[in-house]
């Protein structure tokens, strides 16, 4: 059987940083075979904003499935 993580609406920005580490950590730790990431990456849609979430789905294992939402 294969596993699979979904995280959804992310809204960095308003993101609480103390909880990336260990997400990062936990998503790992359940060796998924496939990512899946939906909804809104970000609050505002500010650039910044993007950059982190970006940085934040660099981190996490591959592959990766990416369903952008509303921003």
């Known amino acids: 059987m294969r596993k699979l993580v979904h995280l ?6 308003r993101i609480d940083e103390a909880i990336i580490e260990p997400l990062v950590a936990a998503v790992s730790e359940c060796a998924p075979d496939v990512v899946v990431v939906s909804g809104d990456l ?5 650039s910044e904003q993007f950059r982190e979430a970006r940085k ?7 592959p990766q499935i990416v369903v952008p939402g509303n921003r």
């Open 56 to 62: 934040f789905l660099d981190a996490l294992p591959s």
């Open 42 to 46: 970000t609050q505002r849609a500010r």
């Open 8 to 13: 959804s609406d992310l809204h960095f920005g």
